[in-house]
Nanobody, 120 residues
Framework: QVQLVESGGGLVQPGGSLRLSCVAS????????MAWYRQAPGKQRESVAA???????NYADSVKGRFTISRDNAKKMVYLQMNSLKPEDTAVYYC??????????????WGQGTQVTVSS
């Protein structure tokens, strides 16, 4: 069993910053890509940022230049540094991790989500 636990969400004023963290525990196999998604009320879940096992990153256009994804492989953690936050960044943010078992099967796991609210 694999668990992903996010932390770092909260209420912040426009222009502020937050840093989200996600840690993987349990039978984590070989961790591949790690990513952050978000889902705002009434909207579909969307990809925010992703990072490969080799450190290559990809961002949604709406967060480029403001958000930075990083990972610590030894700690099995992924981070999302969010700067210059806007009200439209308000959403539940989810951690997503891909893993490959010793037998070669691919698995994908989600965290429970952490609320980010940007409001004055």
């Amino acid at each position: 069993q694999v668990q992903l636990v996010e932390s770092g969400g909260g209420l912040v004023q426009p222009g502020g910053s937050l840093r989200l963290s996600c840690v993987a525990s349990g039978r984590t196999f070989s961790i591949n890509g790690m990513a952050w998604y978000r889902q705002a009320p009434g909207k579909q879940r969307e990809s925010v940022a992703a990072i490969t096992s080799g450190g290559r990153t990809n961002y949604a256009d709406s967060v480029k230049g403001r958000f930075t994804i990083s990972r610590d492989n030894a700690k099995k953690m992924v981070y999302l540094q969010m700067n210059s936050l806007k009200p439209e960044d308000t959403a539940v943010y989810y951690c997503n991790v891909g893993m490959t078992s010793a037998s070669g099967y691919a698995y994908n796991y989600w965290g429970q989500g952490t609320q980010v609210t940007v409001s004055s």
